[in-house]
């Protein structure tokens, strides 16, 4: 089961707004891409999720 939380990563990947891809299948998955790049790069949890 995915975190409901994952609505909060906001931004883009690969040049795709994260918000703006409809299929939700692929949209989860670029959630994990966005989660997992950002934490690669060093980025707190907390900085990531963008509570709006």
Do not use: T
């Amino acid at each position: 089961m995915m975190n409901p939380n994952r609505f909060f990563i906001k931004g883009s990947i690969c040049g795709v707004k994260l918000e703006s891809i409809e299929d939700p299948l692929m949209r989860d998955i670029r959630y994990l891409d966005k989660l997992i790049d950002e934490l690669a790069k060093g980025k707190k949890l907390e900085k990531i999720l963008r509570h709006e």
